[in-house]
T-cell receptor, first 113, second 110 residues
Framework: DGGITQSPKYLFRKEGQNVTLSCEQN?????MYWYRQDPGQGLRLIYY???????QKGDIAEGYSVSREKKESFPLTVTSAQKNPTAFYLC????????????FGQGTRLTVV | AQSVSQHNHHVILSEAASLELGCNYS??????LFWYVQYPGQHLQLLLK??????LVKGIKGFEAEFIKSKFSFNLRKPSVQWSDTAEYFC????????FGTGTRLQVTL
C-alpha cells in the first residue's frame, strides 16, 4: 500500500526536550517536505529536500533540523530552540519538478507542555 | 520570493449555493498553481492544478479554477456546493518549493 506515513499521530513532550517526528514514503519520490500548520496561518514550509543528502531551509526553519540519509525517509527534529513548537506537522513528498503536486501524510500533532 | 494570498478566511454557504474562493499569487517565474482540500480529519489532497494551456482547469468533485495571468489570480469555483464540501481549501504556487496560502474554511449548511 503506497503512501506517506507519519508517526506518531499525537506526541507530547516536555518543554526543553528535543523531539523527532518520523516521515517515511514508499512512492519513490525524490522530493520531501515538512510543513507546519497553525490555525489561520495555513501551511508554512519548514524544510525541503529535492534529493538524498541535500536539503534546504524553508520559510520558518529556525529551531528545526532535518536529515535525508535515505530517499524514503525525512525525519524532522523539533529542538528546544523552537519557541512555539506546539503545532500540527505535515510531511509531503513529490517528484520534485515544479509542475508536479505533493502528496501529504496524515500529520503529527505535537503538544509541548 | 513567491507568496499566495487567500482573502476569504471563513465562508458559510447554504447547500446549492455557488462558490468562488479567491487566490492571488506573487511569483516571477513560470507559474504552477494548485488547489488542495483538507476534509475534517483527513489528509490534504489535491483538487486541481494548472501548469499550462487552457486557463480553465477542472478538478475532482465538480470544482474548477480559472488562471487569469493579468490579475495574478487562480480562483476556485463550484456552481452548486454540497454539505460534503465542508472543508478547508488551500491555494498553492510552485516555484521549486510549494508555497501555500493561509486557507479558507468553507462551511456548507443544510
Amino acid at each position: 500500500d503506497g503512501g506517506i506515513t507519519q508517526s506518531p499521530k499525537y506526541l507530547f513532550r516536555k518543554e526543553g526536550q528535543n523531539v523527532t517526528l518520523s516521515c517515511e514514503q514508499n512512492l519513490n519520490h525524490d522530493a520531501m517536505y515538512w510543513y507546519r500548520q497553525d490555525p489561520g496561518q495555513g501551511l508554512r514550509l519548514i524544510y525541503y529536500s529535492q534529493i538524498v543528502n541535500d536539503f534546504q531551509k524553508g520559510d520558518i526553519a529556525e529551531g528545526y533540523s532535518v536529515s535525508r540519509e535515505k530517499k524514503e525517509s525525512f525525519p524532522l527534529t523539533v529542538t528546544s530552540a523552537q519557541k512555539n513548537p506546539t503545532a500540527f506537522y505535515l510531511c509531503a513528498s513529490g517528484w520534485g519538478a515544479e509542475d508536479t503536486e505533493a502528496f501529504f501524510g496524515q500529520g503529527t500533532r505535537l503538544t509541548v507542555v | 520570493a513567491q507568496s499566495v494570498s487567500q482573502h476569504n478566511h471563513h465562508v458559510i454557504l447554504s447547500e446549492a449555493a455557488s462558490l468562488e474562493l479567491g487566490c492571488n499569487y506573487s511569483y516571477g517565474g513560470t507559474v504552477n498553481l494548485f488547489w488542495y482540500v483538507q476534509y475534517p480529519g483527513q489528509h490534504l489532497q489535491l483538487l486541481l492544478k494548472y501548469f499550462s494551456g487552457d486557463p480553465l482547469v477542472k478538478g475532482i468533485k465538480g470544482f474548477e479554477a480559472e488562471f487569469i495571468k493579468s490579475k495574478f489570480s487562480f480562483n476556485l469555483r463550484k456552481p452548486s456546493v454540497q454539505w460534503s464540501d465542508t472543508a478547508e481549501y488551500f491555494c498553492a504556487v510552485s516555484g521549486g518549493k510549494l508555497t501555500f496560502g493561509t486557507g479558507t474554511r468553507l462551511q456548507v449548511t443544510l
